[in-house]
């Protein structure tokens, strides 16, 4: 344009530029407009409370993608995100009024009201009225609407669907796809040498208007439960009158040489003329709350409209490489795909990258597309890089087309006492913050690596799940912890919601130990308390904690819950064993804990149902090991002897009582072997008396399945033939009536071993009663069955010469004999050729 044109566009200001969130098309477009007419001020769509923090998006220390995270200083939980993202054009119109000294200001709608609405949010804003972002996929230039919290994430209200604009205009285009449509025409266009950089956002304002015109808006039915406080007005309505309103003060203060940024759908509603009386009328009686607002990092993985975000985008990684690629963005992309692959030890060439790149543009070509999209892309990488193996394509979604980017804010950013320590912590432990979910192994017997086990466990106990612990695939030891982590933009609002707690990490930990201990219902949450403050090395509330369990084990006459609460309170004393801490009062109450356990337990599994019977089978386990382990860290022969001791006479007694139902009698017994305090032949008698005649088939079937049942119960019947036999005795006792009744507790038994011991089973009852016969009657070999030699425990009888002689010239290969000879077998008298394996 000529400059004499230029001053005239100029003198018709306000412009408005509308814009699709997130999109880098709309993005370098902003750019392009603010070039080339220089406003005196700009209007940004957002929360107005976010002026004062302008500035700091022109820190060095700033990284988006960040957010604009605003809650109800008295209520944290109530908050919600402006996400913003290098290619957003929201971003690009702040930074380039930053960098010319531009004043800024935001327009939406205040958080002091849209968080202060009755109601819970909605999936795409903090109001209980839905915002339009809300749709499967947003308009052009949807407006940056907040991101709720994600423990206020209900579904969308019944009639919440709205017409999508892109939707209509990629009809209308003859596209069947609108993100493909919005891709050609906007995404793929670059920035024009020259021109009328306010043509584009003028046929979008346009066509945005006919859309409106011809009642392209939400459904009354459906917006009818969704109307705002004030009079009835809808949430577009509502928020188009305070835009329009700021736009009026910021005329009377710059002039008309302002430019708007916001989205446009809301493009035709602020050129439209209206009165101030009206405007104000619309935000009358409107809800109001105190609020704080910050910067905080985002990632492209919240960026996505998988994540639930309303204003998201499919591909974030795709449209920042977009966004960031000055030329030649499809061999960029897919030299990016090559380096991933390689890095994972795919066989990836430059010739794959070539000619990859060659069938991506011949795919757009084909389908009439003016530049090859991500489509065409993974289309070209799944048929040259990967084979035509859809692998791969998992990978380079997650790293790529969405990406891990963590942003960064600056630390002059305002923040609750508590988010400052928990980042001194993360500075001084060396454990940065990633959007990337990364595993961390941590050796306890170091003073760094116990550090961060301790900030890793305060900040899971004030509910801030940084990292998750893992099972480690090193080694098992209790001086060795396994983490999971990954930083999540949520994080910010459960550290503002957690500071009500303490300014501290160690502080506020302690403080909602003590208060979880008292409102603690059932004595099970008070033991896992325990372990948690023991884990996190919380001196002061332990005490607090170790009295309400004191309080709570003494009155608590359940045995299923004294029971269900041992195991971590064992863990405890263990646990402060090995991390060096003084864990004698846990030891006492653990130690009553069990006594009570042992007295309890007979009484307590008599007359049970089958769903009682398995509930107790559970607690009986969990007593098991738990009282291995307590015997352990006591470290007294005289307590380990006496605990074990009375241990296995209350399992003897749950073996042989008949008023007990088969299940805990069959777990009982076999307890009792595994832990070697059965006497030779114990277990074939409990199980003989358990399959006798006179017993129930259902009552027996449940001895076996607590008897054997389990992944080891197979290899038990595989090495003792004799109890073996007693089950397969049994079950050909089984009456055909009863029969059905006892396949399915016997199928959920044996279903539960490897395909291995299964296999080996079935072979040792496939060969019948003399192999079952010789292991029940002749007991290692000796004696003859049916005049034959006797089987040796897992053998068939005899020998199979024709199966052994075909091993033979195998075996002479593999030990190299060349020579012929004759090998003759002492006790048969048999003679084998070498050669040829012939025996005579």
């Keep these: 344009m000529t400059e004499r044109e230029t001053g005239e566009r100029r003198a018709a200001g306000p412009w408005l530029l509308g814009v699709r969130h997130h999109g880098p098309g709309s993005a370098r477009a902003v750019g392009a407009a603010l070039a ?6 700009l209007l940004i769509e957002g929360p107005p409370e976010a002026d004062a923090l302008v500035a700091l998006a022109a820190d060095e220390e700033m990284r988006p993608p960040v957010a604009l995270l605003a809650h109800v200083t008295d209520d944290p939980g109530r908050a919600a995100f402006w996400p913003l993202a290098e290619f957003s054009p929201e971003w690009v119109a702040l930074q380039w009024a930053l960098r010319r000294g531009v004043p800024v200001r935001f327009i939406d709608l205040p958080a002091a009201h849209s968080l202060a609405g009755a109601g819970e949010p909605s999936p795409a804003g903090p109001e209980s009225v839905p915002a339009p972002e809300s749709q ?124 708007v940024v916001c989205g446009a759908w809301h493009v035709p509603a602020l050129a439209q003329r209206t009165t101030v009386t009206a405007d104000r009328a619309l935000l009358k009686g409107l809800p109001k709350a105190k609020v704080s607002v910050t910067w905080v990092p985002w990632t492209h993985r919240r960026l996505a409209r998988k994540s639930g975000y309303g204003a998201g985008i499919a591909s974030p990684g795709w449209y920042g490489h977009l966004f960031s690629s000055p030329d030649r963005p499809i061999e960029r992309w897919l030299t990016k795909v090559a380096g991933l692959l390689r890095q994972e030890d795919y066989a990836v060439s430059t ?75 993360q500075r001084t432990l060396r454990l940065k913050p990633e959007a990337k979910e990364r595993e961390l192994e941590l050796d306890l017997r170091k003073e760094t690596d116990a550090a961060r086990s301790r900030l890793l466990h305060r900040l899971r106990l004030l509910d801030i799940p940084w990292g998750a612990p893992a099972h480690s695939r ?101 646990y402060g064993d090995v991390r060096g801490t003084d864990a004698a009062a846990l030891r006492e109450v653990a130690v009553g804990l069990a006594e009570r356990v042992f007295v309890g337990l007979p009484p307590a599994c008599a007359s049970l149902d089958a769903e009682g019977a398995a509930e107790m089978r559970t607690h009986l386990d969990a007593t098991r090991q738990a009282v291995g382990l307590l015997s352990q860290a ?106 059905t009744d ?54 068939g009888p005899g020998l199979d010469r024709d199966r052994a002689a075909a091993v033979l010239p195998t075996l002479r290969a593999l030990l190299g004999t060349t020579g012929t000879g004759t090998a003759t077998d002492t006790s048969t008298g048999t003679a084998t050729d070498t050669s040829t394996g012939e025996m005579r």
């Design 36 to 41: 080339q007419y220089e406003p005196k001020a």
């Design 136 to 259: 499967p996929i947003p308009g052009p230039g949807r407006a940056p609407e907040p991101q709720p919290a994600p423990e206020s994430e209900p579904g969308p209200a019944a009639g919440d669907a709205r017409v999508d604009p892109i939707g209509v205009l990629a009809e209308a285009a003859g596209y069947d796809d609108a993100e493909r449509w919005w891709e050609d025409v906007v995404e793929h266009r670059g920035t024009a040498a020259a021109g009328d950089a306010l043509a584009p956002f003028e046929a979008l304002a346009e066509a945005m208007g006919a859309l409106r015109e011809q009642g392209q808006e939400p459904d009354q039915e459906g917006q009818a439960g969704r109307e705002a406080q004030a009079g009835g007005a809808s949430r577009d309505a509502v928020r188009e009158a305070h835009m329009r309103l700021r736009l009026r003060e910021a005329r009377r203060e710059f002039g008309d040489d302002i430019a």
């Design 351 to 425: 010739a794959h990258v070539i000619e990859a790149v060659r069938l991506a543009e011949s795919l757009a070509a084909m389908r009439g597309r003016p530049l090859a999209g991500l489509t065409e892309t993974e289309d070209a990488v799944r048929a040259v890089l990967s084979d035509g193996s859809d692998v791969p394509a998992s990978l380079i979604h997650d790293r790529l087309v969405v990406g891990d980017v963590l942003g960064e804010v600056p630390r002059a950013a305002p923040a609750v006492p508590l988010q400052r320590d928990i980042a001194r912590l």
């Design 474 to 574: 090193t080694s098992t030891g209790t001086f060795r912890e396994t983490w999971r982590l990954r930083w999540e933009p949520e994080l910010s609002v459960r550290v503002a919601e957690a500071g009500i707690w303490g300014t501290t990490v160690l502080a506020a930990a302690t403080a909602r130990a003590a208060s979880d201990a008292a409102d603690a219902s059932a004595l099970a949450e008070v033991t896992a308390l325990a372990e948690r403050c023991l884990l996190a090395e919380l001196p002061e509330a332990l005490p607090v904690v170790m009295r309400v369990l004191a309080d709570r084990a003494a009155l608590d006459a359940d045995v299923g819950h004294l029971a269900q609460a041992l195991p971590a309170l064992v863990r405890s004393v263990r």
């Design 634 to 739: 006591a470290g007294d022969g005289g307590l380990r002897g006496g605990l074990l001791g009375r241990w296995t006479e209350v399992l003897r007694v749950l073996a042989e009582r008949e008023a007990i139902p088969g299940l805990i009698r069959g777990r009982a017994a076999r307890i009792l072997v595994d832990d070697g305090r059965l006497e030779d032949g114990g277990a074939a008698r409990l199980m003989g008396l358990a399959l006798s005649p006179g017993v129930p088939p259902a009552d027996a079937a449940a001895w076996i399945e607590g008897f054997v049942g389990g992944g080891a119960g197979g290899m038990l019947l595989v090495h003792d033939e004799r109890l073996l036999a007693l089950v397969d005795g049994w079950l050909t006792r089984v009456p055909g009536e009863a029969f």
């Design 742 to 795: 006892v396949l399915p507790l016997l199928r959920r038994t044996f279903s539960q071993y490897e395909p291995g011991v299964r296999r080996t089973l079935g072979e040792l009852i496939r060969r019948g009663p003399v192999a079952a016969g010789a292991a029940g009657g002749v007991a290692g070999g000796g004696t003859a069955v049916g005049g034959e030699e006797a089987a040796a425990p897992g053998f």
